[in-house]
């Protein structure tokens, strides 16, 4: 049985896009917010609320454009991610803006890679009960 993956190139284009551009706003937030005299641990609970519920705008407008269900999980994972990475790294040594958002960009797309071979891995595991 093939995989069913979506190939099509918008909307693979569409889940680059909104994944890269929520993690380096989450990011550029983070970094912008959080600096060395916050406790690492701390940053990064008060970060993972605060960046899922910041890309749950986006995966709304995103998602009315690809899809909501192929847009939402991994944006607000990616909202996540990208603020716990970047805020435990702001609370470690001052980031700039800039380095915050290129750290949650990188965390959109590795969030959009991992996604993508989970789906694979569970629709090979799932074919037998679904056909």
Known sequence: MPLKIETRPYFVFGDLVANVAVGALIGAGASALFGPGWNMFIAMFVAMPLGMALSLPFAFLFGALFGAMEIMVPVMTTGMLAGMAVSMCAAMQEISIGAGAQLGAATGLGVMV??????ALIRTRTSHWTS
């Open 114 to 119: 991992a996604v993508y071979l989970a789906n």
